[in-house]
Nanobody, 123 residues
């Protein structure tokens, strides 16, 4: 059974940076596509970014393009989301997901999920 554990969330000021990690265990995670989603209070879970396995394709939501960078280290079974130039509207719980079975921007398209890590950006 694949397990995903996110870390790195916390409080940041507007314009600041945070780096999220998604550590995976079980299964051949290095062969799975990985994505990040986020969910703000009272809102639906929304797509943030995707990276294929191997790291040939990267994709970003328009709202984070140019500010966030997704990467992965297969030797460490870990994916990352570097978040720069943070804005208050980036405040949300961030989830990583793996094993794409459908649309890469649709939460229902992923088999495995982490428990989430909270990011709060103050203005």
């Amino acid at each position: 059974q694949v397990q995903l554990v996110e870390s790195g969330g916390g409080l940041a000021q507007s314009g600041g940076s945070l780096r999220l990690s998604c550590a995976a265990s079980g299964g051949t995670v290095s062969t799975y596509a990985v994505a990040w989603f986020r969910q703000a209070p009272g809102k639906e879970r929304e797509y943030v970014s995707y990276i294929s396995a191997p790291s040939i394709m990267r994709n970003y939501a328009d709202s984070v393009k140019g500010r966030f960078t997704i990467s992965r280290d297969n030797a460490k079974n870990t994916a990352y989301l570097q978040m720069d130039s943070l804005k208050p509207e980036d405040t949300a719980v961030y989830f990583c997901a793996a094993y794409l079975t459908g649309s890469l921007t649709d939460p229902s398209g992923y088999e495995y999920w982490g428990q989430g890590t909270r990011v709060t950006v103050s203005s």
